[in-house]
Nanobody, 120 residues
Framework: QVQLVESGGDLVQPGGSLSLSCAAS????????MGWYRQAPGKQRELVAR???????DYAGSVKGRFTISRDNAKNTVSLQMNSLKPEDTAVYYC??????????????WGLGTQVTVSS
């Protein structure tokens, strides 16, 4: 069973920056992709950014140019640097990983989430 521990959520003013981190442990298989999703109150969970083991990245249009995802394959960690934060970035941010285990859930493994609030 894969465990994900997220950290870094906080209250920040508009225009500010925040960095989220997620550490994955317990996987006997290689981690294929790692990513961040978010869910705001009353809205569906959405992809924020994703990165493959080879370093290919994918971003939601709303965060392109402001957020940067990175990963450390040796440590099985993924980070999300968030700059120029806006109130609409307020949400619970969830870490998600996908492994090469054929028995893993289709949606991958999820962390418990970390709250990011952007407000003055």
């Amino acid at each position: 069973q894969v465990q994900l521990v997220e950290s870094g959520g906080d209250l920040v003013q508009p225009g500010g920056s925040l960095s989220l981190s997620c550490a994955a442990s317990g996987s006997r298989f290689s981690i294929r992709s790692m990513g961040w999703y978010r869910q705001a109150p009353g809205k569906q969970r959405e992809l924020v950014a994703r990165i493959t083991s080879g370093g290919n990245t994918d971003y939601a249009g709303s965060v392109k140019g402001r957020f940067t995802i990175s990963r450390d394959n040796a440590k099985n960690t993924v980070s999300l640097q968030m700059n120029s934060l806006k109130p609409e970035d307020t949400a619970v941010y969830y870490c998600n990983v996908d492994t090469l285990d054929p028995a893993s859930p289709l949606s991958g493994y999820w962390g418990l989430g970390t709250q990011v609030t952007v407000s003055s």
